[in-house]
């Protein structure tokens, strides 16, 4: 069994920035996906950025330039570093892990920008 819990949500201006965390513990596999996904009101889930064990990085068009996707050394946490975040930034950001055809979630964090 895997758990993943998001910190680092918030309350921050547009033209802000903020960094999201995700620690995983639990049977981690070396082989893996880890990723970020966001949800806001009315919509749905979206991919936002993601890194596979090997440290290759896929990011959606809108988030490209802004936000930073990586890992610790011992790949258990994640992390998100999103700069110049705009009012369309503001969502339920959730911590994915996909390994072993199985997919696990974090109970999301909540990031508003305000304009």
């Known amino acids: 069994q895997v758990q993943l819990v998001e910190s680092g949500g918030g309350l921050v201006q547009a033209g802000g920035s903020l960094r999201l965390s995700c620690a995983a513990s639990g049977t981690i596999f070396s082989i893996n996906v880890m990723g970020w996904y966001r949800q806001a009101p009315g919509k749905q889930r979206e991919l936002v950025a993601s890194?596979?064990?090997?440290?290759?990085?896929n990011y959606a068009d809108s988030v490209k330039g802004r936000f930073t996707i990586y890992r610790d050394s011992a790949k258990t946490t994640l992390y998100l570093q999103m700069n110049s975040l705009n009012p369309e930034d503001t969502a339920v950001y959730y911590c994915?892990?996909?390994?072993?055809?199985?997919?696990?979630w974090g109970q999301g964090t909540l990031v508003t920008v305000s304009s």
């Open positions: 994915n892990l996909g390994q072993q055809y199985r997919n696990y």
């Open positions: 890194i596979t064990s090997g440290g290759s990085t």
